[in-house]
């Protein structure tokens, strides 16, 4: 199976059951695009990438590319705002926000 066909087959159901963000899924999109650039890269500069070994190389490397982004830590989501009703002013949730050091 193509890495197309994974994403296709896979990605909606999954991203609806984990309930990830758009923001997230971005990020996660842009740190796989980044690793897959980089081990491509790395590969050719090698001379791994030629013939029939370059499907099976784009394999192991887009592999790779998953297990280190799952071990990479997850952003923080979103800051939502809350209104008081009482007097209509927006504050923010503060639950999220880290202490400087």
């Known amino acids: ?6 994403v296709t087959k896979y990605h909606k159901s999954h991203i609806k059951r984990l ?3 758009l ?6 999109q842009s740190l796989v695009l980044k690793k897959t ?3 491509i890269s790395f590969d050719r500069r090698r001379g791994l ?8 190389s ?6 790779g590319v998953i297990m280190r982004a799952e071990m990479h830590e997850e952003p923080t ?4 705002e809350e209104k008081r009703e009482e ?15």
Do not use: C, H, Q
């Not at 989501?77 to 939502?80: E, F, H, T």
């Not at 007097?87 to 050091?101: A, C, F, M, R, S």
């Open 1 to 6: 199976m193509t890495w197309d066909g994974i």
């Open 19 to 21: 309930e990830i963000f």
């Open 23 to 28: 923001n997230v899924e971005a990020y996660i």
């Open 37 to 39: 650039v980089e081990t």
């Open 49 to 56: 990438e030629s013939g029939l070994n370059a499907e099976e």
């Open 58 to 63: 784009a394999e192991r490397g887009s592999m």
């Open 77 to 80: 989501p979103p800051l939502k």
């Open 87 to 101: 007097d209509g002013v927006k504050t923010e949730n503060t639950e999220n926000i880290l202490p400087l050091i």
